[in-house]
C-alpha cells in the first residue's frame, strides 16, 4: 500500500512548544493518533495569534479546515514537549494549506508532519470567502521556499 508523503520546507517561519498530557494518550501509552490533530490545532490557533488573527477572524472571515493530510513519524508520550512548526503555502483563491511539522523538543525527534487545507468562511453568511489579501501578506512574508 503506497504511503503518504509530505515534503515540507525548511524552516518553517513559526514555532511554538506544547506540552502533551496525560489526556493526549491512548490506551498503548503514547499520543493518540486522533488527538495529534488537537495538538496541531492549538499550533494552528497560536499561528494564527502570531499574525494578529484568530480562526473566527482573519480580516473580517472566519477559517474552515478542508481536509488534512499527516505522517507519524515516532511515538511521542505524557510530559515530553513538541515544538510544533508551521507556515502557510500553497495559496489559491479561497484558501492556503497550512504546514507543519512536529518535533520533540530534547532529541529533536520528528514525531509529526503534515498539512491542513483551509478555507476562508463567512460566517455570517455561511459561504467560502476569498482569501483575505492582507493575510495573503502577512502569511507570506516569511516566504515559505518550495518543497523538495
Not at 11 to 33: C, K, Q, V
Not at 51 to 62: A, F, K, P, R, T
Not at 98 to 111: A, D, H, I, Q
Request: glycine share 10%; with cysteine.
Amino acid at each position: 500500500m503506497a504511503r503518504i508523503q509530505i515534503d515540507l520546507p525548511d524552516p518553517l517561519p513559526f514555532s511554538t512548544e506544547i506540552t502533551l498530557y496525560l489526556s493526549h494518550m491512548n490506551y498503548g501509552g503514547h499520543l493518540d493518533n486522533a488527538l495529534l490533530l488537537s495538538v496541531v490545532s492549538e499550533a494552528r490557533l497560536r499561528y494564527l495569534q502570531s499574525l494578529g488573527y484568530s480562526e473566527m477572524d482573519v480580516e473580517g472571515v472566519g477559517i474552515i479546515v478542508a481536509d488534512a493530510a499527516l505522517q507519524y513519524r515516532s511515538e511521542a508520550f505524557h510530559g515530553e514537549v513538541m515544538v510544533v512548526a508551521m507556515g502557510a503555502g500553497e495559496f489559491g483563491s479561497r484558501g492556503c494549506d497550512l504546514l507543519w511539522r512536529m518535533n520533540e523538543k530534547k532529541s529533536g525527534r520528528e514525531v509529526a508532519r503534515g498539512k491542513t487545507g483551509i478555507v476562508f468562511f463567512d460566517y455570517e453568511k455561511r459561504q467560502v470567502a476569498p482569501l483575505p489579501p492582507a493575510f495573503y501578506a502577512r502569511a507570506s512574508e516569511a516566504a515559505l521556499p518550495a518543497a523538495g
